[in-house]
């Protein structure tokens, strides 16, 4: 199982420490979310001072753009990085395309089967040089003229990874992509029993062989007591939040938490936040995150997750 690391400050001067440290360490990758910075542009500098490592976006917002432009993009990050890259897309939230991004929503798991078809006709005209044609509900490509193709790229097209949640983006997932990224609110039991069948039913309808499955696990970890603790207390609170959330609380269901999903919900509803933690057990800890050693932190992965993931990445 490969482990990369998760680079949460995108900058370009701390993407590219961040890299040089992941290259010269015990990571095999990086990988960049899309927070106060462009995730994108992050991937092809980090490719570019690289020589070992993989890169990745985990994730790029898909209906923040078009197929062209994030074709485009990735194609720069895959030459960049000469074929260490792959594009990481996700949806986000309804309030998030529409009010942060000023673009429309629609359901996202048929948009999202467009989007990355779309994406990928788009390569295989520059790799082909055949006429561009996409039509379809959300998106349309009929030009394509020879000023605007960069033409083939040496390193072959990125993989593209789909990050999912619930089980249609999931059978999504393993019907249109490379790599299934699960998100960081899960446990072995849901993606043994909800997320990894939704994969083989997508693999199924495409014919598709086998489908990477990528994670992005909570770890409590330090150096010493109090460091293990203040990582501890900083993981409860996230877990909390995930679950405060109604679009998680599958989840909660699958292994019995309904009540503390209902109690935490309800705590946000009144801006407990800082209190919210102590309603996480730990049972529910155990669940979720990850104990461990520094030192012990590959190995801990491997044996928790190699069964079912290809890759873990860490922050």
């Known amino acids: 199982m490969h482990l990369d690391l998760g680079v949460r400050d995108a900058a370009p001067d701390a993407v590219l420490a961040a890299a040089r440290h992941a290259e010269s360490g015990d990571f095999d990758g990086i990988q960049v979310p899309e927070l106060a910075h462009d995730p994108l542009i992050a991937c092809a500098l ?6 070992r490592i993989h890169t990745a976006t985990s994730i790029a917002v898909a209906f923040a753009r078009n197929p062209m432009t994030v074709a485009q993009a990735a194609n720069d990050a895959q030459l960049a990085s000469k074929g260490r890259f792959s594009l990481g897309l996700g949806s986000q939230v309804k309030p998030h395309i529409e009010k942060r991004f000023s673009m429309p929503w629609t359901a996202p798991a048929p948009r999202m089967r467009e989007f990355i078809a779309a994406v990928r006709a788009i390569w295989d005209s520059w790799e082909t040089g055949e006429r561009l044609n996409v039509r379809g509900e959300h998106y349309t490509h009929t030009l394509m003229t020879p000023m605007f193709s960069p033409g083939q790229n040496p390193y072959g097209s990125p993989e593209i990874w789909l990050a999912a949640v619930g089980p249609a983006m999931t059978a999504l997932a393993g019907e249109a992509a490379d790599g299934f990224i699960a998100h ?3 446990t072995p039991e849901y993606l043994a029993e909800v997320s990894l069948p939704a994969l083989a039913d997508g693999r199924a309808r495409s014919g598709r062989k086998t489908t990477d499955v990528i994670l992005t696990p909570f ?5 010493d007591e109090p460091e293990r603790a203040a990582a501890e207390k900083a993981v409860r609170s996230q877990i909390s939040f995930y679950a405060s959330t109604p679009s998680y609380r599958p989840v909660m269901e699958l292994h019995g938490w309904e009540n503390a999903a ?6 946000s509803r009144r801006g407990e936040w800082d209190q919210m933690g102590q309603l996480i057990t730990d049972d529910m800890m155990q669940a979720f995150a990850t104990f461990c050693a520094p030192a012990d932190l590959r190995p801990a992965l491997e044996a928790r997750f190699a069964s079912v993931a290809t890759r873990a990445c860490v922050t």
């Open 46 to 51: 980090a490719g570019s001072v690289t020589e």
């Open 184 to 186: 960081a609110f899960t």
């Open 219 to 223: 770890v409590v970890t330090g150096s």
């Open 262 to 267: 209902d109690a935490l919900h309800a705590a």
